[in-house]
């Protein structure tokens, strides 16, 4: 089993930055891929972003590209993301989650994953 748990959520104006965290427990993290996904009132959970087990390969949902940015830290088992220049159709609840290594990694496909954070709250204003 592996806990997740998300934090840095928050509101703020459009333009503005705010950055995610996500702490993992109760198995080695280096053996996750991991991902960011988001679900606005209404409509179906997305993926945002994911990063690869071992860092090396990121990947981003057309509509972050050039604002977010994920990075992870096996050594603190956990993973951030960090969100600029945000925008009012970013609000959403943003959840974490852990794909055991699965090879490919269809970062995209949340049913890959297999455990989920309970999610935050991102809130921007116009």
């Known amino acids: 089993q592996v806990q997740l748990i998300e934090s840095g959520g928050g509101s703020v104006q459009a333009g503005g930055s705010l950055r995610l965290s996500c702490t993992a427990s109760?198995?080695?993290?280096?053996?996750?891929?991991m991902g960011w996904f988001r679900q606005a009132p209404g409509k179906e959970r997305e993926s945002v972003a994911a990063?690869?087990?071992?860092?090396?390969?990121?990947y981003y949902a057309d509509s972050v590209k050039g604002r977010f940015t994920i990075s992870r830290d096996n050594a603190k088992s956990m993973v951030d993301l960090q969100m600029n220049s945000l925008k009012p159709e970013d609000t959403a609840v943003y959840y974490c989650?852990?794909?055991?290594?699965?090879?490919?990694?269809?970062?995209?496909?949340?049913?890959?994953?297999?455990?989920w954070g309970q999610g935050t709250q991102v809130t921007v204003s116009s």
């Open positions: 109760g198995r080695t993290f280096s053996n996750y891929n």
């Open positions: 990063i690869a087990w071992s860092g090396d390969r990121t």
């Open positions: 989650a852990a794909d055991e290594r699965g090879v490919p990694f269809r970062w995209s496909l949340a049913a890959v994953y297999d455990y």
